[in-house]
């Protein structure tokens, strides 16, 4: 969350100055996920129930909405384009939504993530192509799954030498992949065999064939962000720097992380629809 001006930067691994480029011919995007807390399932959908939360919301768009021309938005499957279009009405412009449900399993992914991404952006600068929508950008790219929970399970990493104690130990839920209820532990993956949707309490993600649980560095490369050198080499992206984090900080940022492929789907679809109205 912004703080102060201030972003925790990954690239660097700390809180970092946001700054915007005034560079001519460049478009001025933000891609994030507003606080989501009481649109979610957990939040018991309560949407703009929670003042708090509310007010905090508001905030975030009234600060990125002056600086940029196009917003791409992640948030919970229940939230509404026409929230963000209610928090932008005191930003002094007119903006237009495009918004669509994208689960990373359609991209052929092995974990669940069912978000919504919205286009927004300002009427004055941009037209959407009318012959376009996100719709039929999904259907290209759509793959058939090829990744399940297993999938995730570094083989580098070793088996956990106290089992017992480690379940006595941790404060989070206990979940097995096996889908075996007579084990003692919840179940942890969903029917189709893919991660379950991953949260700031998702608990230990234990695997049966591999004797231990997902490391908080597996947990965020399920998102597909590049949390090591040879990850990095191969998205031709810098690594995240995390090295100052502790384990539960990174599992925290999993449960509140945004699926890389589809928000790249958004963007693809903002980089192929948006023309700007005077042509450059």
Not at 24 to 47: E, L, Q, Y
Not at 160 to 176: A, S, V
Not at 189 to 215: I, V, Y
Not at 218 to 237: F, G, N
Request: net charge positive; proline share 5%; charged share 20%.
């Amino acid at each position: 969350m912004v703080n102060g001006g201030k972003a925790f930067c990954t690239t660097h691994g700390r809180l970092c100055k946001i700054t915007h480029s005034s560079k001519p011919g460049r478009t001025k995007i933000n891609a994030a996920g507003p606080v989501c807390i009481s649109f979610s399932a957990m939040g018991k959908r309560g949407r703009d129930s929670d003042a708090a939360t509310w007010s905090t919301h508001v905030a975030y768009f009234e600060h990125v909405a002056p600086a940029h021309e196009c917003l791409i938005v992640e948030n919970v499957p229940e939230y509404s384009e026409m929230l963000v279009l209610k928090c932008l009405k005191k930003s002094g412009y007119s903006w237009q939504a495009k918004s669509l449900r994208i689960d990373p399993r359609v991209l052929g992914l092995g974990c669940a993530r069912a978000r919504l991404y919205m286009v927004i952006f300002r009427t004055d600068i941009f037209r959407w192509e009318p012959n376009f929508t996100l719709e039929q950008l999904v259907d290209c790219l759509a793959g058939q799954v090829a990744l399940s929970a297993g999938s995730y399970y570094w083989a580098k990493l070793p088996p956990e030498k106290n089992r017992q104690d480690y379940r006595r130990t941790t404060k989070l839920q206990f979940m097995d992949l096996s889908q075996y209820p007579k084990n003692g532990r919840g179940r942890g993956e969903t029917k189709d065999g893919a991660l379950p949707t991953l949260t700031t309490t998702t608990g230990s993600l234990w695997s049966e064939a591999h004797q231990r649980c997902l490391s908080s560095d597996e947990l965020l490369s399920s998102h597909v962000l590049p949390v090591t050198r040879a990850q990095a080499t191969k998205c031709h992206s810098p690594r995240l720097k995390f090295d100052g984090c502790s384990n539960a900080s990174k599992v925290k940022m999993a449960g509140n992380g945004m699926s890389v492929p589809c928000m790249g789907v958004a963007m693809m679809g903002a980089a192929i629809a948006l023309e700007r109205i005077d042509g450059s």
